[in-house]
């Protein structure tokens, strides 16, 4: 099962590069139910579905109590909510 995806990448197989003959390959790596760092080898269309629910973990400041908040969100959401007062 996949918990927080951290990246998509192409890798070629074989240890080819793009100039050489060598077949690609997409792969995601996500944090599993476990915490541990995970890949998986997907095809084209998995690996765009992947792309749009890649998270960061980014550090806000709370204007209302002043508290740092982290949190992981998607690259479209642009705010979390602070737990300590809500906002």
Known sequence: MIWIVISV????SHGANHKQEGT???YVYY???????T???VNLLQ???YKTKVKKQYE???EECGNFVKGNINLLK?????PHCGE
């Open 39 to 41: 890949s998986k080898r």
């Open 47 to 49: 690996a765009l579905y």
């Open 60 to 62: 806000f400041l709370c």
């Open 9 to 12: 990448s192409k890798e070629y």
């Open 78 to 82: 642009t705010q979390i909510a602070c």
């Open 24 to 26: 690609e390959c997409w």
């Open 31 to 37: 944090l599993n139910e476990y915490g541990k760092i």
